[in-house]
């Protein structure tokens, strides 16, 4: 594997990918909806070789696997990858593998008729590279699809732990809304200008609302979205943090998350996108 992207290589083989492969389950449950309106969007068909870019623990590479011919996972996440290949192993299902590539620079799977991906677009160095890359190994007639984050601020899931984390912690350093991370995709006038430089056609853009669900009380609520969410990098990244601070934080999400019957269910505002290689 190259050694491009080198920063997100040991998020994800580290703290990142540990926190997605204990949390499987949960997560899936809360991007349901994602993976459904995606599985739509991309109109898989019985003949596809698909290959699922940044499948990280598998969800949608299975899922898309019982409708295509063959289904590629790719990522940078070894331990990611080893729970995606584990699942597969217990669906029984014979028409899928995982394999470790860096997806901006490593050699993909040729002839590929569907390229797509759940949030695994958005961590690339070079995203023109990454996306050239994969165009290069499309078929003639090969398809893009994907779903990723619109801004944090249409993002209650995000946006309602972070205003109660900033009443206790000062960040004087703004993030680059620009550098990769989950955020990078927000701007869709940005990812037209990717894909188009990648030279991907036929680009569509289209916003989507649903409702995450994350779990059946407050206080569950409260620690899958900090030992989860993108918070994890502040809340549980930094060591200057007290355990009584982060007490405070936590019941002051609890307090915040709106009240509801069978489980708490946040704002979640995405893109899907699509494209055609030629
Ligand atoms: C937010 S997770 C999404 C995982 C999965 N698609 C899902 O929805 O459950 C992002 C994934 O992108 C992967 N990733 C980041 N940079 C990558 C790269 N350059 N090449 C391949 N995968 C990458 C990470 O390892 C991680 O699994």
Redesign the pocket.
């Known amino acids: 594997m190259s050694e491009i992207?080198q920063n997100?290589?040991e998020f994800?083989n580290g703290p990142?990918?540990e926190a997605?492969v204990v949390g499987q389950e949960t997560?899936?449950a809360a991007?349901r909806p994602v993976t459904e309106v995606l599985l739509k969007a991309a109109a898989v068909k019985s003949t596809d070789r698909v290959m699922?870019?940044?499948?990280?623990?598998?969800?949608?590479t299975l899922e898309v696997a019982r409708t295509a011919s063959a289904a590629l996972g790719?990522?940078?996440?070894k331990p990611?990858l080893a729970l995606a290949t584990d699942r597969a192993g217990e669906l029984g299902l014979s028409n899928v593998q995982f394999e470790q590539?860096?997806?901006?620079g490593d050699a993909l799977q040729s002839d590929t008729t569907l390229a797509m991906?759940?949030?695994?677009v958005m961590?690339?160095e070079d995203p023109v590279a990454?996306f050239a890359n994969i165009r290069s190994q499309m078929a003639a007639d090969g398809r893009l699809c994907f779903a990723c984050w619109k801004s944090p601020r249409e993002n209650e899931w995000v946006s309602l732990p972070m205003s109660v984390v900033r009443k206790h912690i000062q960040d004087d350093t703004p993030p680059d809304p620009l550098a990769?991370g989950?955020f990078a995709f927000a701007d869709d006038k940005r990812i037209a200008s990717i894909l188009e430089e990648a030279g991907w056609r036929d680009i569509n853009i289209a916003p989507t609302d649903f409702d995450m669900a994350w779990g059946e009380s407050p206080e569950a609520a409260a620690h899958g979205l900090i030992e989860r969410g993108p918070l994890r990098r502040i809340f549980v990244g930094d060591p200057s943090i007290t355990e009584e601070t982060k007490q405070t934080i936590i019941k002051g999400i609890q307090d915040a998350l709106p009240p509801s019957e069978g489980g708490i269910f946040l704002k979640g505002a995405i893109w899907i996108v699509t494209a055609k290689a030629n």
């Open positions: 992207n997100q290589k994800w990142g990918g997605w997560l899936d991007m699922d870019i940044g499948c990280g623990t598998g969800e949608t790719v990522d940078i996440s990611m590539r860096d997806v901006q991906s759940r949030f695994g961590f690339f990454a990769p989950p």
